[in-house]
C-alpha cells in the first residue's frame, strides 16, 4: 500500500476529536457558517469534486464534504489558532488534483487552456452573458453552465504537475495517519 506525505489544517476542535475518537469527518453544517452568504459557491464546487471522489473512493456513512490536503505545507494556510497536521495517507483513501485549476473550480469558472478559456469567453460574449456566475445563479444557461462543470474534469489531469502543485482531498482524517 503506497502512501503519501500530505499536510492539513484543522481547527483545535477537529484535531481534539480525532485524538479523542481515532477518526473524524466534515458536516456541511461548517461549511454554511464558514462561508456564510457565498456557501452556495462552495457547495456547487465541492459538489463536483465529491462526486468525482465517490467514483474512486468510496464515501463512508457519515462523510459529507472531504478534508483538503497539501503536498506543500504552505499552500495549507497560516495555522494561526489551527493545527497544520502533517500525515501519511494511503493513495487509496485519496483523491490528487491540481490546486492552480482547482481556484478555477472555486471561482465556477471554466477550466482549460488559454485557448479554450478566452474560446468560452468569447461563447458569454456572443450569447450576452457579462458575468459568468450568472451561469451558476440563473436558470437561463443551462448548457453553458454544464460545459463549465464539464470543462473541471481538467482538474484531475495531474501529469506533469509539479508536487507543491497538487492539492488532495480525502473523506475523513484518521488518527493513525498522523506523523
Do not use: H
Request: aromatic share 12%; with cysteine.
Amino acid at each position: 500500500m503506497r502512501k503519501r506525505k500530505l499536510w492539513t489544517l484543522q481547527s483545535e476542535l477537529v484535531v481534539s476529536i480525532l485524538q479523542e475518537k481515532g477518526i473524524v469527518q466534515v458536516k456541511q453544517e461548517f461549511l454554511r457558517q464558514k462561508y456564510e452568504d457565498t456557501a452556495w459557491i462552495f457547495q456547487i464546487a465541492y459538489r463536483f469534486l465529491s462526486q468525482k471522489m465517490e467514483q474512486k473512493i468510496p464515501r463512508p456513512e457519515g462523510a459529507e464534504s472531504p478534508f483538503w490536503l497539501f503536498c506543500d505545507p504552505k499552500w495549507a494556510g497560516n495555522a494561526g489558532e489551527n493545527c497544520l497536521l502533517q500525515c501519511l495517507i494511503p493513495e487509496e483513501e485519496m483523491l490528487l488534483f491540481d490546486l492552480r485549476k482547482w481556484s478555477q473550480v472555486l471561482n465556477l469558472s471554466y477550466v482549460g487552456s488559454e485557448q479554450k478559456q478566452e474560446e468560452f469567453r468569447q461563447k458569454l460574449y456572443r450569447q450576452g452573458v457579462k458575468d459568468p456566475l450568472e451561469l451558476f445563479r440563473t436558470p437561463f444557461y443551462p448548457l453553458l453552465k454544464q460545459e463549465v462543470i464539464k470543462s473541471w474534469d481538467d482538474i484531475l489531469c495531474i501529469d506533469g504537475v509539479e508536487e507543491q502543485y497538487l492539492q488532495g482531498a480525502c473523506w475523513q482524517l484518521k488518527k493513525e495517519w498522523l506523523l
